[in-house]
Nanobody
Framework: QVQLVESGGGLVQPGGSLRLSCAASELSLDYYALSWFRQAPGKAREGVSCISHSDSSTYYADSVKGRFTISRDNVKNTVYLQMNSLQPEDTAVYYC????????????????????????WGQGTQVTVSS
């Protein structure tokens, strides 16, 4: 059974850092671009970042650019999201997901990631930024 398992969430003060992990089992991430999404209470799920497998190119939403870094360890079959300078508006449940159409991240006409183009999803990890 394919599983994506996120970990690393928690409570952090504004300005702090967290590193999220997304580990895959029964699925090789070699064939997929992988993205992080987040969903805050009462808001739609939004794409945060994506990393391609084909060339390790990356995408970041404007709201996290310069603060978040996505990376992957192909040996461990794991993708990471390093989050620095966290702010209260970053509070959300963070999900990882595999891109349906292959190893290259693709951005829609609106400049964002399309959640409907992702197949496998993790269960999410809560990130809370509060003093």
């Amino acid at each position: 059974q394919v599983q994506l398992v996120e970990s690393g969430g928690g409570l952090v003060q504004p300005g702090g850092s967290l590193r999220l992990s997304c580990a895959a089992s029964e699925l090789s991430l070699d064939y997929y671009a992988l993205s992080w999404f987040r969903q805050a209470p009462g808001k739609a799920r939004e794409g945060v970042s994506c990393i391609s497998h084909s060339d390790s190119s990356t995408y970041y939403a404007d709201s996290v650019k310069g603060r978040f870094t996505i990376s992957r360890d192909n040996v461990k079959n794991t993708v990471y999201l390093q989050m620095n300078s966290l702010q209260p508006e970053d509070t959300a449940v963070y999900y990882c997901a595999t891109y349906r159409w292959g190893p290259k991240c693709t951005v829609g006409a609106d400049g964002g990631l399309n959640i409907y183009e992702y197949d496998y999803w993790g269960q999410g990890t809560q990130v809370t930024v509060s003093s």
